[in-house]
């Protein structure tokens, strides 16, 4: 069963600096991870979609990184904004399944 | 760009009447899922939907709920007999393909069982 765990659960920064989010996955025979960001009583917007062949993918100030061996992914966000506040979640299937695993999220605040 | 709608936005309703909850995908997409998230907790997948039928299903989309797909745009969810614990943020989501392709969310239909 693939359990999804994101770490911090929240993180407040000040504006400019440079973050990362953290995500785990117990199970490694993955197709894709997904990063999305959820607004306040929002749905979901994809960010990042990482196939199970590519290590990384970049748009704009996200970079997100996957190592597949030790069940890791993380969201490197650049040079953060205010508007980057939200809850950024990540999420995997388990294989051969359409059963997408969400972690809890990380709830950021960037400070003006 | 192409999104994913869904209605109603927030829909009340009395413990034991049923609800349907309806969605149109992104066009060209052939996989459409149902979550949920109940407030405060993670993102739940409730079932997925490929050329006309179920393709997987989760523990909690029990014989109370059932999804359709009655023409070529709308993807419905219904509740028959709405519980308390149905009170939750449903999300329908589609996809261009099932092992590799992205997941595309809609805002989402607060439903409010009384």
């Known amino acids: 069963k693939q359990e999804v765990t994101q770490i911090p659960a929240a993180l407040s920064v000040p504006e400019g600096e440079n973050l990362v989010l953290n995500c785990s996955f117990t199970?490694?025979?993955?197709?894709?991870l997904q990063w999305f960001r959820q607004d306040p009583g929002k749905g979901l917007t994809s960010l990042l979609l990482i196939q199970s062949s590519q290590r990384e993918q970049t748009s704009g100030r996200l970079n997100a990184s996957l190592d597949k061996s030790s069940g890791r992914s993380t969201l490197y966000i650049a040079a953060s904004q205010p508007g980057d506040s939200a809850t950024y979640l990540c999420a995997a299937p388990r294989y051969n399944n359409n059963d997408m695993r969400f972690g809890a999220g990380t709830r950021l605040t960037v400070k003006p | 760009e192409p999104e994913v709608t869904q209605t109603p936005s927030h829909q009340v309703t009395q413990m034991g009447q049923e609800v349907i909850l309806r969605c149109v995908p992104i066009?060209?997409?052939?996989?459409f899922y149902w979550y949920r998230q109940i407030l405060g907790q993670k993102v739940e997948f409730l079932v997925s939907f490929y050329n006309n039928e179920i393709s997987e299903k989760s523990e909690i989309f029990d014989d109370q709920f059932s999804v359709e797909r009655p023409d070529g745009s709308n993807f419905t969810l219904k509740i028959r007999s709405t519980k308390l614990e149905d009170s939750a943020m449903y999300f329908c989501?589609?996809?261009?393909?099932?092992?590799?392709?992205?997941?595309?969310f809609g805002e989402g239909s607060r439903l409010t069982v009384l």
């Open positions: 066009s060209n997409h052939l996989y």
């Open positions: 989501a589609s996809s261009p393909g099932a092992d590799t392709g992205e997941l595309f």
């Open positions: 199970d490694s025979a993955i197709y894709n």
